[in-house]
């Protein structure tokens, strides 16, 4: 059975949407346009869980919940879908994308083909340097995870990576990363309620920009790859634990 929520049952995944927790999370600041606010809403719903794996989201109930009409929420949804974060299901509609270890593995696989690659131009690019946003990223996950704030730690997280690989100045290679980097938070935020490994991802991430730092190409690749590929065993083993013993 596809994961739904580690809290919930199936049949609590389809149940009715929490309208308050959902506005709730309207930016303060209006963006340019309607379905910006509204993408921007759904986007660190399904993030933060507000919205579980398995929800529908119907363009009516949202634009109730929401106060905004139906178009900007139709609008909305065509951008979360870009981001994998929603998908289409014959008969059902739109609903935010269930996670197993199958799509796991899939998604990690892509990120270890690509990633550590980028992280080695990077070094070679940069020589041994100083990353003071790595630095704070890595913080700011610690500075969450004392106080269990899975987003705040899975938002820390993709910076300190994003701002390592996006040093390789391959826009081709960033721009894969940068697609995968919601979808990743979705797959280790969830994960982290399965099974939580902030502290040796801690120590991984402090590895790797050690190595960045020093100007280690080699060493930097390797510990990313490594670091890539045990998440995507641990994650994948916490799904397959909850999908039952017969999930493959």
Known sequence: ????????????????????????????QMPASRADAVYAT???????????PGQPLVERELAEMLGVSKTPVREALK???????????????????????????????ARAITEPAAVRLAVIRMGAARHATAHDALDTAAACAVREDRTGMGIANRRFHRELYTACDNPFLSDCLDRLQDLTAFAA???????????????????ILDAVERGDADHAERLALVHIEKASTTLAAAFRDLDGPDAR
């Open 189 to 207: 935020t969830t994960g982290w309620r399965l099974k939580a490994t902030f502290e040796e991802e801690a120590a991984e991430h402090t590895a």
């Open 79 to 109: 951008q979360v879908r870009s981001t994998g974060l929603v998908e289409v299901v014959s008969f059902q509609g739109v609903r935010v994308r269930e996670l197993d270890a199958e799509f796991v593995r899939k998604l990690y696989t």
């Open 42 to 52: 759904l986007r660190r719903a399904i993030l933060d869980g507000v919205l579980l």
């Open 1 to 28: 059975m596809p994961l739904r929520d580690v809290t919930r049952s199936t049949d609590d995944a389809r149940a009715p949407l929490d309208g308050a927790a959902l506005s709730a999370l309207l930016p303060t």
